[in-house]
């Protein structure tokens, strides 16, 4: 790519300037690809399109910021929140493109408090669901890296059906009310990498995903890294689920830090979903001030058809493509402090047990002036403070070499059909 294009927001002095720099991508793109650089002050925009062979820089001393006029982002039919559905299309969109590069030490403004207020003024039933702040889409060579992202509409940054991705460096920060805010959702994706990144959001910090049984196709999400990474604010630091239809598989998450996350490591899903977890090692984790930092919960009951019997009944169903699985977990070297309600709770279905998963070298410290609350999204919860560890429905799992303090019971208070069940070395 040698083309290059630099493009100052003091030349530019519109209130909307889409077309403009929308304009500078298309030409690149008909010369097959080349380098816009934004810079020198604010771009208002709507909805831009990214082509293959792109790279688009904001420069440390410009910020990309989105305006809210709905007219400005064309509606597209997407995934969305697991399932296929009409939605503004992102503030920055691409699909089936290769190579695309986006970077530059700005930043990237959603400017998303018009959209969240509509979500809430309409109690979440809005014609067509918000636009993500990025979203690329069945593209492969994907590179985002050293940029601040704030105030994003919904999901910040969401590579769905992508290979070779990385996500290097960058920034994301929503305020802590902010609806549905994930820092960054890579769904139905393969060979992907998020490293050096920090989060501080509305909702979950990193989820992992691949689709509803409502999608229309079941793409599997495997292949992953997330590495060295800060979550500051969050409902989950790294989330698994609850969308895995197409199965996730072979993920590392290791050397990471979660700090004020609601939960830590937390695995979710529920029978009608299908598919399988699997393949997944944790290692080297920090966790400070968090409700449950290990949750692994088979009857989250929020989002679409949540409250059906199927998905809080605990008692035995058959056995079908629609019955979820986790299998063959390992979590090692996690330090948790602060722990408001219980240390882990593992809660899998009576037909289809949670199977190996191994927790190993792991320090648990409880609060002492914690009220009780409920470790996970499920029905009939139970509130709890000051507790271990909540096993239910697992087959072949192990806890060796696990300390907790200010318990007020057992570490393992609650052991209800565990089959094969390893205990070495608590205290």
């Not at 605990?314 to 408001?340: G, M």
Request: charged share 20%; hydrophobic share 35%; net charge negative.
């Amino acid at each position: 790519m040698s083309n290059s294009i630099i493009l100052s927001a003091k030349t530019v002095n519109e209130t909307d300037a889409t077309h403009i720099i929308q304009s500078k991508i298309d030409l690149l793109s008909q010369n097959n690809g080349g380098h816009l650089i934004l810079t020198d002050g604010i771009f208002n925009c709507g909805s831009l399109e990214l082509h293959s062979n792109i790279h688009l820089t904001i420069s440390e001393n410009a910020v990309l910021k989105f305006i809210n006029q709905h007219d400005s982002y064309p509606i597209i039919r997407t995934r969305w929140e697991g399932y296929e559905t009409s939605a503004y299309r992102a503030c920055l969109f691409a699909n089936h493109v290769k190579n695309l590069t986006i970077d530059g030490h700005g930043i990237v403004d959603g400017n998303g408090f018009a959209w969240w207020e509509e979500f809430r003024k309409k109690n979440k039933k809005i014609e067509h669901a918000r636009p993500y702040l990025v979203s690329i889409e069945h593209s492969k060579q994907i590179k985002i890296r050293d940029l601040f992202f704030t105030n994003s509409p919904s999901w910040t940054i969401h590579p769905f059906d992508c290979e070779d991705v990385v996500i290097d460096s960058i920034s994301v920060k929503n305020p802590a009310d902010s609806p549905n805010t994930d820092g960054t959702d890579p769904e139905s994706c393969r060979n992907l990498r998020i490293i050096n990144c920090e989060y501080d959001v509305g909702d979950d910090c990193i989820a992992i995903k691949a689709g509803t049984e409502d999608a229309d196709q079941n793409i599997p999400c495997e292949n992953l890294i997330i590495s060295n990474c800060n979550m500051l604010h969050g409902h989950g630091g790294v989330v698994i689920g609850s969308e895995m239809s197409g199965s996730i598989r072979n993920v590392v998450i290791n050397n990471c830090t979660f700090v004020d996350t609601d939960r830590g490591i937390r695995f979710k899903t529920r029978r009608g979903r299908g598919g399988v977890i699997e393949n997944i090692n944790i290692s080297n984790i920090v966790i400070d001030n968090t409700l449950c930092p290990i949750v692994v919960n088979l009857y989250y009951f929020c989002g679409r058809k949540g409250k059906d019997k199927i998905v809080w009944d605990k008692n035995p169903y058959p056995i079908n493509d629609s019955t979820p699985k986790i299998k063959h977990v390992r979590i090692s070297n996690l330090t948790a402090r602060h722990i408001r309600s219980c240390a882990a709770i593992m809660y899998g279905l009576p037909e289809m047990p949670i199977d190996d998963v191994a927790i190993n070298d792991a320090s648990f410290s409880l609060s002492n002036d914690s009220i009780p609350e409920p470790p996970a999204m499920f029905a009939n919860a139970p509130k709890l403070a000051q507790k271990g560890f909540f096993l239910e429905n697992t087959s072949n799992c192990h806890l060796t070499n696990i300390s907790l303090k200010n318990k007020d019971s057992e570490i393992l208070f609650h052991n209800v059909n565990n089959k094969n069940l390893l205990l070495k070395n608590l205290s």
